[in-house]
């Protein structure tokens, strides 16, 4: 373990990085980071105050799935598998942290909880048979999982769903009055799910996460290293499912119903588009991807035009695979890795520079000479 | 007894058209390492041809002014042939232009191009035909009477029928592998493509082809049960899951196994639902899943996987 113990150091006097390698964040000084925050947080706050309750409402749910997609940001951006079925997970957590709250009496303030270790148990028992397989089958009982969930949820609770008979009232403290149930909601959901993206932005950045990418890109090495590969893999699967799983908890905040239709399969496979298409690579994609997979649909249908989501999603992943070979938007602005290499080494050694004529082949095959263009194809 | 023999039969038609669908992943994976999660939706688009050729003047749907063109409506035999030729098409069209670029990418472009396809396919549909259900017919005779009785049980022409024709592709299919230069080729590109380049095999063209002859297959499949079901947008939805559960059981890649894994599951879901009480057809589906990821526990390769399927991890 002693590589991963450190954090990775730039040496001194390493040269200046391009500037598409640098973070956006970089030239930041902690005062434009503070104000910046505030200026979120008040914008937040505006919201809930003036905002009518569906704005509110669908607030809430971008803020969850943020949550939620940052799952899918770690298991196919770090651990380097595919899940189609992350929309799933979410009902799962919601279904779970609904029967935990009203079965096992468990306080509805620990809803995200609840639902993540419901979707993390879940994940593992599809993880398992990923452990010894090629990446696809992941991606297979994911989407089989995707595909049964609305049949699932519909059996468990009946077709109009499961309502959770908890209330979430905000505290005397607070000071709301009792219509004003959804800003205690909203407020609940953002402090919540600020907490669980904090943790989630730290553990990116730890060891356990380099554990996660050594096992995607060397798993010999990183067992020959003593990481326990399996070990490492299962809990990577089982945080990104208990990532969705707590989103479908922080949903359970505002809407305290769980129905198979709200977790469809076009959900999970929106999920899984958007993260194609912004890329898995980087964390902060997590914000306009729940962004979209909230507001697009609520567009399409006001637009009365909800028969293209299917579409949008199907061009957006058909062209998005091809131009950016599947590492999505953002890296369309990062160096191509050879790039770099190419800058300083000059034109790769098999190709002849301009205006050199062609070697010819003397015919002698003793002499050590090109050989002349194969007549094969 | 009867009535379990009558379960069985019940099961064929079902099993067979799990099975070339199975058989169609199967291929594919085998010659390409790509799971097609689009191969349902593929078969969905030919069982519209099929639909399209039988009633090319149905008002209902769209462009049915230069449909008109094909003139009558097709005998249904002819309908389904039609639909296995589009499937030809549209098999090599994927390969070419959506799969092939994306060769050397890893595992996500892929599987991301394959369910694009199948948002993309599924989207049209809907919007192009609407969700309401087309008729197709059977190719076989499928009236109430057609049927032979076999101790008590019914056993449906059409069934027949549906078994026969599989069986009929089946053999045609193994004799393209086995007795054809094509097939050489193929075998020769599935189980080492740089070599099979170096002797001058084109690999691209024949991976295209094997995507043709799986898309064909898989518009059999949705042809032979278009006369059971309708043709509509979500027909393959239920079947594609039966179909993945079928290769994986199979073990992926092994073809003898997407057969019999797609008449296995086709059992199971009639004998849960037709003996256990509070098992619907829906819920079928659920256990399908569970016994899925069990067997895939005990036996990751599959019944049939070879060290083959569990070395492909990419």
């Given at each position: 373990?002693?590589?991963?113990?450190?954090?990775?150091?730039?040496?001194?006097?390493?040269?200046?990085?391009p500037?598409?390698?640098?973070?956006p964040?970089?030239?930041?000084?902690t005062r434009?980071?503070?104000?910046?925050a505030?200026?979120?947080?008040?914008?937040?706050?505006?919201?809930?105050?003036?905002?009518?309750?569906?704005?509110?409402?669908?607030?809430?749910?971008?803020?969850?799935?943020?949550?939620?997609?940052s799952?899918?940001?770690?298991?196919?951006?770090r651990?380097?598998l595919?899940?189609?079925?992350?929309?799933?997970?979410?009902?799962?957590g919601?279904?779970?942290?609904?029967?935990?709250i009203?079965?096992?009496?468990?306080?509805?303030?620990?809803?995200?909880?609840a639902?993540?270790?419901g979707?993390?148990?879940?994940?593992?028992v599809?993880?398992?048979?990923?452990?010894?397989?090629?990446g696809s089958?992941?991606?297979?009982l994911?989407?089989?999982?995707a595909m049964?969930?609305?049949i699932?949820?519909?059996?468990?609770?009946?077709?109009?769903?499961?309502?959770?008979?908890?209330?979430?009232?905000?505290?005397?403290?607070?000071?709301?009055?009792?219509?004003?149930?959804?800003?205690?909601?909203?407020?609940?959901?953002?402090v919540?799910?600020?907490?669980?993206m904090?943790?989630?932005?730290?553990?990116?950045?730890?060891?356990?996460?380099?554990?996660?990418?050594?096992?995607?890109?060397?798993?010999?090495a990183?067992?020959?290293?003593g990481l326990?590969?399996?070990r490492?893999?299962?809990?990577g699967?089982a945080i990104?499912?208990?990532?969705?799983?707590?989103?479908?908890?922080?949903?359970?905040?505002?809407?305290?119903?769980?129905a198979g239709?709200?977790?469809?399969?076009?959900?999970?496979?929106?999920?899984?588009?958007?993260?194609?298409?912004?890329?898995?690579?980087?964390l902060?994609?997590s914000?306009?991807?729940?962004l979209t997979?909230?507001?697009?649909?609520?567009?399409?249908?006001?637009?009365?035009?909800?028969?293209?989501?299917?579409?949008?999603?199907?061009?957006?992943?058909?062209?998005?695979t091809?131009?950016?070979?599947?590492?999505?938007?953002?890296?369309?602005?990062e160096?191509?890795?050879?790039?770099?290499?190419?800058?300083r080494?000059?034109?790769?050694?098999?190709?002849?520079?301009?205006?050199q004529?062609?070697p010819?082949?003397?015919?002698?095959p003793?002499?050590?000479?090109?050989?002349?263009?194969?007549?094969?194809? | 007894?009867?009535?379990?023999l009558?379960?069985?039969?019940?099961?064929?038609?079902?099993?067979?058209v799990?099975?070339?669908?199975?058989l169609?992943?199967?291929?594919?994976?085998?010659?390409?390492?790509?799971?097609?999660?689009?191969?349902?939706?593929?078969?969905?688009?030919?069982?519209?041809?099929?639909?399209?050729?039988?009633?090319?003047?149905?008002?209902?749907?769209?462009?049915?002014?230069?449909?008109?063109?094909?003139?009558t409506?097709?005998?249904?035999?002819a309908?389904?042939?039609?639909?296995?030729?589009?499937?030809?098409?549209?098999?090599?069209?994927?390969?070419?232009?959506?799969?092939?670029?994306?060769?050397?990418?890893?595992p996500l472009?892929?599987?991301?191009?394959?369910?694009?396809?199948?948002l993309?396919?599924?989207?049209?549909?809907?919007?192009?035909?609407?969700?309401?259900?087309?008729?197709?017919?059977?190719?076989?005779?499928?009236?109430?009477?057609?049927?032979?009785?076999?101790l008590?049980?019914?056993?449906?022409?059409q069934?027949?029928?549906i078994?026969?024709t599989?069986?009929?592709?089946?053999?045609?299919?193994?004799l393209?592998?086995?007795?054809?230069?094509?097939?050489?080729a193929?075998?020769?590109?599935v189980?080492?493509?740089?070599?099979?380049?170096?002797?001058?095999?084109?690999?691209?063209?024949?991976?295209?082809?094997?995507?043709?002859v799986a898309?064909?297959?898989?518009?059999?499949?949705?042809?032979?049960?278009?006369g059971?079901?309708?043709v509509?947008?979500?027909?393959?939805?239920?079947?594609?899951?039966?179909?993945l559960?079928?290769?994986t059981?199979?073990?992926l890649?092994?073809?003898?196994g997407?057969?019999?894994g797609?008449?296995?599951?086709?059992?199971?879901?009639?004998?849960?639902?037709?003996?256990?009480?509070?098992?619907?057809?829906d819920?079928?589906?659920?256990y399908?899943?569970?016994?899925?990821?069990?067997?895939?526990?005990?036996?990751?390769?599959?019944?049939?996987?070879?060290?083959?399927?569990?070395?492909?991890?990419?």
């Amino acid at each position: 373990m002693t590589d991963l113990e450190r954090p990775p150091v730039r040496p001194v006097d390493a040269e200046p990085m391009p500037p598409a390698l640098r973070r956006p964040t970089e030239g930041l000084t902690t005062r434009d980071r503070l104000l910046s925050a505030v200026a979120v947080v008040l914008a937040l706050i505006a919201l809930a105050i003036s905002g009518s309750p569906l704005i509110i409402l669908r607030a809430t749910e971008v803020a969850a799935f943020i949550v939620a997609f940052s799952g899918l940001h770690i298991l196919s951006g770090r651990l380097g598998l595919i899940s189609v079925g992350h929309g799933a997970f979410i009902g799962i957590g919601a279904v779970a942290a609904a029967h935990a709250i009203d079965d096992l009496s468990v306080p509805y303030l620990l809803a995200p909880l609840a639902g993540a270790a419901g979707a993390a148990l879940f994940g593992v028992v599809i993880g398992v048979p990923s452990l010894r397989l090629p990446g696809s089958y992941l991606a297979l009982l994911t989407l089989a999982v995707a595909m049964v969930l609305p049949i699932g949820l519909r059996q468990l609770d009946g077709p109009l769903g499961y309502r959770v008979e908890g209330d979430l009232i905000p505290p005397a403290w607070t000071g709301l009055a009792p219509g004003d149930d959804e800003i205690w909601q909203f407020a609940l959901v953002l402090v919540v799910g600020a907490f669980i993206m904090a943790v989630v932005h730290g553990t990116v950045r730890g060891r356990f996460t380099r554990a996660l990418v050594a096992v995607r890109d060397e798993p010999t090495a990183a067992a020959a290293f003593g990481l326990n590969v399996a070990r490492i893999h299962l809990t990577g699967v089982a945080i990104s499912a208990g990532l969705a799983g707590a989103a479908g908890g922080l949903i359970l905040y505002a809407s305290p119903l769980v129905a198979g239709e709200q977790y469809p399969f076009s959900l999970s496979v929106a999920m899984f588009a958007l993260m194609v298409a912004l890329g898995a690579s980087k964390l902060w994609t997590s914000v306009p991807a729940a962004l979209t997979v909230v507001l697009l649909p609520e567009l399409l249908v006001r637009a009365g035009q909800a028969v293209w989501e299917p579409i949008v999603y199907g061009m957006v992943l058909l062209i998005m695979t091809r131009l950016s070979r599947g590492r999505g938007l953002v890296s369309l602005w990062e160096p191509k890795p050879n790039a770099i290499v190419s800058d300083r080494a000059g034109p790769p050694a098999n190709k002849r520079p301009p205006g050199q004529p062609r070697p010819q082949h003397s015919g002698n095959p003793w002499l050590l000479t090109p050989e002349p263009p194969s007549t094969q194809s | 007894m009867s009535l379990f023999l009558q379960r069985i039969f019940d099961a064929l038609s079902n099993g067979a058209v799990y099975a070339s669908l199975a058989l169609a992943l199967t291929m594919v994976f085998r010659a390409t390492g790509v799971l097609n999660l689009a191969q349902g939706e593929m078969a969905m688009l030919t069982s519209y041809v099929a639909a399209l050729l039988r009633s090319p003047a149905d008002p209902r749907f769209a462009a049915s002014s230069w449909l008109a063109a094909l003139g009558t409506p097709w005998p249904v035999w002819a309908a389904v042939l039609g639909a296995m030729v589009a499937g030809l098409v549209l098999g090599a069209a994927v390969q070419r232009f959506v799969m092939q670029p994306l060769a050397d990418d890893g595992p996500l472009p892929p599987v991301g191009a394959a369910l694009g396809l199948f948002l993309l396919i599924h989207g049209l549909a809907v919007l192009w035909w609407g969700s309401r259900l087309r008729p197709v017919g059977s190719p076989f005779p499928d009236g109430i009477d057609d049927r032979l009785n076999l101790l008590g049980a019914r056993l449906r022409f059409q069934t027949i029928g549906i078994v026969a024709t599989l069986a009929v592709a089946l053999v045609l299919l193994s004799l393209l592998q086995n007795r054809t230069k094509l097939g050489l080729a193929f075998r020769a590109v599935v189980s080492n493509r740089e070599g099979a380049r170096m002797v001058g095999i084109r690999v691209g063209s024949v991976l295209m082809i094997g995507w043709a002859v799986a898309a064909a297959l898989g518009a059999l499949g949705g042809g032979l049960i278009a006369g059971q079901l309708f043709v509509g947008p979500a027909m393959m939805s239920r079947l594609i899951v039966f179909a993945l559960a079928a290769a994986t059981l199979g073990g992926l890649g092994n073809p003898k196994g997407a057969i019999i894994g797609g008449f296995v599951f086709a059992l199971m879901e009639t004998m849960l639902v037709g003996y256990v009480p509070f098992i619907s057809a829906d819920v079928a589906l659920i256990y399908t899943l569970g016994v899925l990821i069990v067997m895939l526990v005990i036996r990751p390769g599959g019944i049939f996987g070879t060290q083959l399927t569990i070395q492909t991890r990419s």
